[in-house]
């Protein structure tokens, strides 16, 4: 089944959304598979978003996210890469639709609450970076045949 990698940015943890963040995605149908409350090394910011390197907000970009704990997940379900996606909205707040994480609680684009994969290969790689292969748990919901 598709893999995702989603985190709780340090604004979103600070302003008391993760419950609400990880609610949405239960409740969509998605099942979790892994989680945790963490503190990002430079490094590991700097490699996550490593293809933002040339970028003039690259430095914000590194210190934002290694302000305080994010919420980091595995989530699973079908197409849920592209699904998370869209349930997240667009980049930019201002943009995103209402009803999406950051239409609904965002204001600016440099703290727009969620952090999500764009695509196959990034989850895999953002998965390897934040995650051990036993720290995600492989389960059965009975409730799966009604999704
Ligand atoms: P992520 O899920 O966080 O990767 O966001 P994204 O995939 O929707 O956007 P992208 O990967 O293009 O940019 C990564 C992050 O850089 C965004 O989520 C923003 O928080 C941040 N960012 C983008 N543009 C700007 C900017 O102009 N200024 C600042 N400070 N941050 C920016
Ligand atoms: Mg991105």
Redesign the pocket.
């Known amino acids: 089944m598709e893999k995702t990698f989603l ?1 709780v ?1 340090p604004d979103g943890v600070q302003r008391a959304l993760i419950g609400e963040i990880v609610s949405r995605f239960e409740k969509k149908g998605f099942q979790l598979v892994g989680a945790k409350l963490m503190n990002i090394s430079e490094d590991l910011a700097k490699e996550h ?1 490593g ?2 390197k040339e ?3 690259f430095g ?2 590194v210190d ?2 290694t302000s305080g704990p994010v919420f980091a997940m595995v989530w699973e379900g079908k197409d849920v890469i592209l699904t998370a ?1 869209n349930m ?1 909205g ?3 707040p201002s943009e995103a639709a209402p009803g999406s994480i ?1 239409g609904d609680y965002a204001v ?5 609450i ?5 695509s196959a290969e990034s989850a895999v790689r953002e998965i390897g970076l934040f995650f051990k292969e036993e720290e995600l748990v492989s389960y059965d919901k009975a409730v799966a045949v009604w999704i």
């Open positions: 985190m940015k978003y293809e933002h970028r003039p907000f914000e970009l934002f996210i996606r997240m667009k980049t930019n950051r600016q684009v440099s703290n727009n969620i952090h999500g994969s764009d």
